[in-house]
């Protein structure tokens, strides 16, 4: 009996990773998006969560805070990222970096695959110096490259680009693990291939290394370090009970250099090494943890307050999860495409090859998304007035859909090679580009930078939905003058590629 006591306090999950899988699966309450391949595009998207969870993973039903901010400073043309700034700035003035040690889905893998039975690397004066250089990502990748290319009215979200392992792990591979997602193969390139060996490269050093990505790379950690000072949940030192002994450093696996620091996670891992009780993990004035010895007098106190925020805590859970996967729970949301940090929204190749059309009659094709199907007609409002109705527009020309966004990178890229399409087949051809809806950018203001001639839509939510997409951008659908879908493909394409469906249809 007493060994299986001592097996199960050995062994049971701690009240720090209970809080860890527990925000893993709140920030990831969309279960069915792992079925369907597809991501939530509900309002609970427009909201950031603390920690660093993909956009794009299928389940996640809220944003992640580096991502929106590089898409704010990327929009800083058109809007203030008033809301962004807010929030980073409430969640580090609240918790800090309380949320790196209990409330980060990355922070939770990298402790999972450090239990790995291996050799580890201590910290030391190297890794000290190296922890800083998620502070220069920080000043490079997520603020100066998006501020940059914004001047350029080109939206680059540097760190979910060129590295973030959560985007790679979470929103890419899972996207592209589902079969309902074969076609966005046709989209990886070698960037990445790049993000995919940076990934594993920093999830075989957090084999070895103790939170290897928390300590050197993450910019979002750099941000709420900011506010270790004068965070107001985390370890408190009691100045008065203190001896200075350095126990509590070197028991910490994180280069801090006192208790509570610009590198402290609150992860509590200190309270119990404290010989003299003199750190405590506290919200404001409330103690929630002391050490172990010292618990006992409130030890009333402290389960009261643990089983009312255990029941709230669950009781949370439990309406997100039927919220987010009980159809008959929630009004379904439009569904719409992914931001910036689609997967992968800029690892784009060529398009595949076009499927000619079928000759019959078009009112003996069913209508459908699919390549020889009858496009299912639309109506949809233009941006500076008026409307585009498919059926009335389009009939009769080949007719050239778009579907972009101004945080897309490759869609803004390509835009040009539709205004080129246009300028050089006039009234012959019907190019539209359609706008998501699932971030409310000022369209017309960014328009605004540019002399295109082709007529800009909106989506609210059901037009590309009808042409078979929802989750990555950009789509291109090609229709002959029948209205019959000819091509429809997801992934950049080029001038070339565009003339190269679009001129033989009009020779026909």
Known sequence: MVKMKNWLQTHLPTRRRLIQVYAALLYNANLKGYLSGQIYTGDSKALCVPGLNCYSCPGAVGACPLGALQNALASTGNRAPYYVLGILMLFGLILGRTICGYLCPMGLIQELLHKLPTPKVKKNRVTRVLSYLKYIILAVFVVAIPLWYALQKFPVPAFCKYICPAGTFEGAIGLLANPANEAAFSMLNILFTRKFIIMVLIFGASVFIFRAFCRFLCPLGAIYGLFSKINLVGVKVEESKCTHCGLCTGHCKMDIRHVGDHECI?????????????????????????????????????????????????????????????????????????????????????????????????????????????????????????????????????????????????????????????????????????????????????????????????????????????????????LDENGVIVYNQVGSVTYEVLESLVAPLLND
């Open 266 to 478: 609150h992860c509590g891992g200190c309270i119990d090494a404290c010989p003299t009780g003199a750190i405590t993990f506290q919200a404001g004035k409330i103690v929630l943890r002391r050490r172990e010895k010292e618990e006992a007098p409130q030890k009333k106190t402290l389960t009261r307050y643990r089983t009312i925020a255990g029941a709230v805590a669950l009781a949370v859970l439990v309406g997100a999860l039927w919220y987010y996967n009980v159809p008959e729970a929630q009004a379904s949301p439009p569904p719409t495409e992914t931001t910036a940090q689609t997967a992968p929204p800029t690892e784009t190749a060529g398009p595949t090859q076009t499927t000619s059309a079928p000759t019959a009659p078009p009112e003996t094709l069913p209508t459908g998304s699919e390549v020889g199907m009858l496009a299912p007609d639309f109506t949809a409002s233009l941006y500076g007035g008026g409307e585009f109705t498919l059926s009335r527009d389009g009939l009769g020309k080949v007719t050239v859909l778009n579907f972009w966004a101004t945080w897309c990178t490759p869609c803004v890229a390509e835009l040009p090679h539709f205004d080129e399409l246009a300028r050089a087949y006039g009234d012959q051809i019907q190019v539209l580009a359609i706008h998501s809806e699932l971030i409310t950018d000022d369209v017309d203001a960014y328009l605004a930078g540019f002399d295109y001639i082709i007529p800009f839509a909106q989506d609210p939510g059901g037009i590309i939905t009808s042409f078979g997409g929802s989750t990555m951008l950009p789509q291109t659908v090609v």
